[in-house]
């Protein structure tokens, strides 16, 4: 471990309050997504208070501070961006949720933010700042969580946001990832492990969300129902129809199609005249989202059809699929450095668990950290995946927490591994990027093949309707 690994690992030990502090002022401070105001402005302060440049309302509450430490000016710079997620998630039951919109942090990316002021401590230190050959842009993220179809398609016509996905998705447009070599982000696990850190991309489900509306004609229910066209058993016909879909779906695809009732009806004596419906299709890749939205569109028209109603089916982009990466080897460097560090800390938890992880790196003999399983799949979907399809992405997971995703009983309850563990890996992977011309940062570019040009990625999540075939976006 060099003096540079020894500063960083020491910069954020020595600012551990400071970090867990900010965390914490977040996590009982939760916002929906593209409303994070407050979260974006605690964001930004702490990223000036680092003497870092700061813009703040980009895609409405996004957060960019700029560390470039470059002494010359030849060539392209090394660019290297570094991510948390601003918003919480829709739990009205959870403990912190706030009262007035049900909103908390039952995914912990305050946890994700606190890792990102982490990281963001340790690299805009003089000392270390002088040791990187390239530029460190830091991100606060607004909307990953999805936001409902109403508030992005008035932000939309308000000339607030282009797209009708979410934050990553509006950044991309805006240009904030142009350029950029590699992205660092970090989130709690999404996949059952032992390890208490996992780096690398499991591959994850894409999405498409859709509001079916159906229309059908009021009656009274008990007198004059022949004189009504009931939405609701029509809404009702097209889950059926929907369902004998199912064993049509293949299991390697992955297809989750899943949503609720917003509206079904108004008296219970008036033959409902609108039913609306959202539903979300996820599937593992592109093909087979847009076979699983062919079904799905099909059911309802025809359930509508059976009975006289119309069925109106407006898309909303979702996300595309994670696509699967190993760790890279800068990963794996960084990983050492800490286990070399913690192996003197007889008090940490693990550390009288032996298993070999990496035998080419003899600190490795370590259960702490672990490399994704390639073989397995998430069905649960994140835009993160938007950015693996257009640049290479650094992803670390990580334990610390209690409950589930997305549920009342969701909890960090290790800050060290949910929020300090995560800063130290993406800091220390940032360094071994960047380090000695930035040479790994310039070859792991030069390798990667995107599967979508920004061009090729904005066309398909634009929701233009002009006749072209678009997996996304698409109005019925």
């Given at each position: 471990m060099d003096e540079i690994e020894q500063r960083i690992l020491s910069l954020i030990d020595d600012n551990r309050k400071r970090i867990l502090d900010f965390a914490a002022d977040v996590r009982l401070h939760p916002e929906s997504g593209f409303k994070e105001y407050r979260t974006a402005s605690r964001l930004a302060e702490l990223f000036r208070s680092l003497g870092l440049p700061t813009e703040e309302g980009l895609a409405v509450t996004g957060v960019r501070a700029v560390l470039d430490p470059r002494s010359m000016n030849c060539g392209l710079p090394t660019l290297i961006g570094i991510l948390g997620e601003l918003d919480g998630v829709r739990c009205d039951h959870h403990p912190e949720a706030d009262p007035a919109t049900g909103i908390a942090h039952a995914c912990g990316h305050h946890a994700q933010l606190g890792a990102l002021a982490g990281a963001a401590v340790a690299l805009s230190d003089p000392e270390v700042a002088a040791a990187l050959n390239g530029i460190v842009v830091f991100l606060g993220v607004p909307a990953e969580e999805g936001v409902e179809g109403d508030l992005k398609r008035q932000l939309q016509r308000d000339g607030k946001i282009g797209l009708l996905s979410g934050g990553k998705a509006e950044l991309i447009r805006l240009g904030v990832f142009d350029g950029m070599d590699a992205?660092?982000?970090?989130?709690?696990?999404?996949?059952?492990?032992?390890?208490?850190?996992?780096?690398?991309?499991?591959?994850?489900?894409?999405?498409?969300?859709?509001?079916?509306?159906?229309?059908?004609?009021?009656?009274?229910?008990?007198?004059?129902?022949?004189?009504?066209?009931?939405?609701?058993?029509?809404?009702?016909?097209?889950?059926?129809?929907?369902?004998?879909?199912?064993?049509?779906?293949?299991?390697?695809?992955?297809?989750?199609?899943?949503?609720?009732?917003?509206?079904?009806?108004?008296?219970?004596?008036?033959v409902p005249d609108e039913v609306i419906a959202e539903?979300?299709?996820?599937?593992?890749?592109?093909?087979?989202?847009?076979?699983?939205?062919?079904?799905?569109?099909?059911?309802?028209?025809?359930?509508?059809?059976?009975?006289?109603?119309?069925?109106?089916?407006?898309?909303?982009?979702?996300?595309?699929?994670?696509?699967?990466?190993?760790?890279?080897?800068?990963?794996?460097?960084?990983?050492?450095?800490?286990?070399?560090?913690?192996?003197?800390?007889?008090?940490?938890?693990?550390?009288?668990?032996?298993?070999?992880?990496?035998?080419?790196?003899?600190?490795?003999?370590?259960?702490?950290?672990?490399?994704?399983?390639?073989?397995?799949?998430?069905?649960?979907?994140?835009?993160?995946?938007?950015?693996?399809?257009?640049?290479?992405?650094?992803?670390?997971?990580?334990?610390?927490?209690?409950?589930?995703?997305?549920?009342?009983?969701?909890?960090?309850?290790?800050?060290?591994?949910?929020?300090?563990?995560?800063?130290?890996?993406?800091?220390?992977?940032?360094?071994?990027?960047?380090?000695?011309?930035?040479?790994?940062a310039r070859e792991l570019r030069e390798r990667f093949v995107p599967a979508l040009t920004k061009e090729d990625y904005l066309a398909l999540m634009d929701g233009k309707t002009d006749g072209s075939e678009t997996l996304i976006g698409r109005k019925h």
């Amino acid at each position: 471990m060099d003096e540079i690994e020894q500063r960083i690992l020491s910069l954020i030990d020595d600012n551990r309050k400071r970090i867990l502090d900010f965390a914490a002022d977040v996590r009982l401070h939760p916002e929906s997504g593209f409303k994070e105001y407050r979260t974006a402005s605690r964001l930004a302060e702490l990223f000036r208070s680092l003497g870092l440049p700061t813009e703040e309302g980009l895609a409405v509450t996004g957060v960019r501070a700029v560390l470039d430490p470059r002494s010359m000016n030849c060539g392209l710079p090394t660019l290297i961006g570094i991510l948390g997620e601003l918003d919480g998630v829709r739990c009205d039951h959870h403990p912190e949720a706030d009262p007035a919109t049900g909103i908390a942090h039952a995914c912990g990316h305050h946890a994700q933010l606190g890792a990102l002021a982490g990281a963001a401590v340790a690299l805009s230190d003089p000392e270390v700042a002088a040791a990187l050959n390239g530029i460190v842009v830091f991100l606060g993220v607004p909307a990953e969580e999805g936001v409902e179809g109403d508030l992005k398609r008035q932000l939309q016509r308000d000339g607030k946001i282009g797209l009708l996905s979410g934050g990553k998705a509006e950044l991309i447009r805006l240009g904030v990832f142009d350029g950029m070599d590699a992205a660092l982000a970090s989130h709690a696990h999404f996949t059952e492990t032992e390890a208490d850190l996992l780096i690398g991309n499991s591959s994850t489900n894409g999405y498409v969300a859709k509001t079916i509306t159906i229309s059908g004609k009021a009656a009274h229910a008990g007198s004059k129902p022949h004189e009504g066209v009931n939405a609701l058993n029509a809404a009702s016909l097209g889950l059926t129809a929907l369902a004998y879909h199912r064993e049509t779906f293949r299991d390697e695809d992955s297809v989750r199609i899943h949503g609720v009732i917003t509206k079904g009806g108004g008296a219970i004596n008036v033959v409902p005249d609108e039913v609306i419906a959202e539903v979300m299709v996820r599937a593992k890749n592109l093909d087979a989202i847009k076979d699983a939205c062919m079904k799905t569109d099909r059911s309802f028209t025809a359930g509508a059809g059976a009975l006289g109603a119309q069925a109106h089916i407006a898309d909303l982009p979702g996300y595309l699929p994670v696509i699967a990466r190993p760790p890279e080897e800068v990963q794996w460097q960084a990983a050492a450095a800490i286990m070399e560090s913690f192996s003197s800390r007889a008090d940490h938890r693990a550390i009288n668990q032996p298993m070999t992880i990496r035998p080419e790196h003899p600190a490795m003999q370590h259960p702490l950290v672990r490399a994704v399983d390639p073989t397995r799949h998430n069905p649960l979907s994140t835009d993160i995946g938007d950015l693996t399809h257009l640049l290479p992405v650094l992803h670390v997971t990580s334990g610390g927490y209690e409950g589930s995703l997305h549920g009342s009983d969701f909890r960090i309850v290790d800050d060290e591994m949910a929020i300090l563990m995560p800063a130290r890996l993406m800091a220390l992977t940032t360094y071994h990027l960047l380090r000695n011309g930035a040479a790994a940062a310039r070859e792991l570019r030069e390798r990667f093949v995107p599967a979508l040009t920004k061009e090729d990625y904005l066309a398909l999540m634009d929701g233009k309707t002009d006749g072209s075939e678009t997996l996304i976006g698409r109005k019925h």
